[in-house]
């Protein structure tokens, strides 16, 4: 007897087994489809803007040396290194930001429906939503990021993302590619809260102002892209850029200081203010990559079958 009930118990174990692994099966996984169209209109965005990001990160780095604004430094950066200079970080910059950003809209779009089964608030589950695909997106760019500051910052390094990233991790080893972690988390939280979930805001008033006004919301989809966007854009990029300016300053070169002794130096140097250096480029820069991207988004989510932003 003692036999017998030991068989039932290991049927009993089976069952439970086949059963489990059928309903996980069964389970409706993530929609590829945000995170495709995430991953390619980040790259491209990111890829064609690479020439302000330059510009901005030089201004950011050495702001003694390039304080007469963006066109005087670019002529600058030109003169002094080339026009290839301009391109410094192109590989890294793709790399980095396409799966960054497969990481970042795919996450989010997963998780709005999931944190509005537990979050009454869709405003609240959404903002949920945005952070943890930020923080996620985070960790995945900081190597790249990392790779793509030196470069830019010391034009001698390397040629580029092969032989950049692998020479990086020789010298100061593989964590230290995350040692702007906490940067990484003040930029890209507040910068994707500004962007998707603005972006998401803004599409979903100008769909209901155009129905009001009696037009078809599906005559106007590309014009509700780019106008929400660029909306999206000026917010992600200001609640973003003492992030962006803490995170050149971590990567900018080998030294091992830590978050808040970045914070402390430059706030000595420049108080609030110094965390804003650069802002007119990186608006010039953020601005052109959150349109552009978006409106990227928006259509490859439709050339994919899904429903334009704000449209449902």
């Known amino acids: 007897s003692e036999s017998l ?9 089976l069952a439970a087994l086949v059963a489990s692994s059928l309903s996980v099966a069964d389970a409706e996984l993530p929609d590829y489809r945000p995170f495709l169209a ?3 209109c ?16 030089k201004i950011q780095s050495d702001p003694k040396k390039f304080n007469k604004g963006m066109l005087k430094a670019t002529g600058t950066i030109v003169k002094e290194e080339g026009p290839g200079a301009l391109l410094a970080g192109l590989g890294p910059t793709v790399v980095g930001y396409g799966v960054e950003g497969a990481v970042k809209f795919g ?36 190597p790249m990021e990392s790779v793509r500051i030196r470069l830019v910052t010391d034009s001698g390094f390397a040629s580029g993302l092969l ?21 990484m988390l003040l930029k890209q939280c507040p910068y994707t809260l500004g962007k998707q979930v603005s972006f998401d805001v803004f599409a979903g ?18 014009a509700i ?21 803490v995170l050149t300053k971590t990567y900018q070169d080998s030294s091992s200081a830590t978050f808040p002794s970045i914070v402390r130096s430059l706030y000595k140097e420049g108080g609030l203010g110094q965390f804003f250096v650069g802002t007119g480029s990186r608006l010039t820069h953020v601005c052109s990559i959150i349109t552009s991207q978006l409106v990227i988004y928006d259509m490859v989510k439709q050339m994919l079958g899904l429903p334009a932003t704000g449209s449902h």
């Not at 032989?163 to 940067?183: H, Y």
């Open 205 to 222: 008033l100008f769909y209901g102002l155009v129905a009001k006004m009696g037009m078809e919301g599906s005559e106007m989809k590309l």
């Open 5 to 13: 009930r030991e068989i039932m118990r290991i049927k009993a174990i």
């Open 107 to 142: 996450i989010y779009e997963a998780l709005k429906p999931l944190s509005k089964k537990f979050i009454d608030s869709q405003a609240v589950a959404f903002l949920v939503a945005s952070m943890v695909a930020g923080a996620a997106a985070a960790v995945t760019l900081c």
């Open 225 to 245: 892209s780019v106008a929400a966007a660029f909306c999206a854009s000026i917010l992600a990029c200001l609640s973003s850029q003492p992030g962006d300016m």
């Open 42 to 57: 980040a790259a491209c965005s990111h890829g064609w803007t690479t020439p302000i990001d330059v510009v901005k990160t």
């Open 38 to 40: 995430g991953g390619i």
């Open 163 to 183: 032989d950049g990233l692998p020479k990086l991790i020789k010298e100061e080893g593989l964590l230290s590619q995350f040692n702007g972690l906490a940067a």
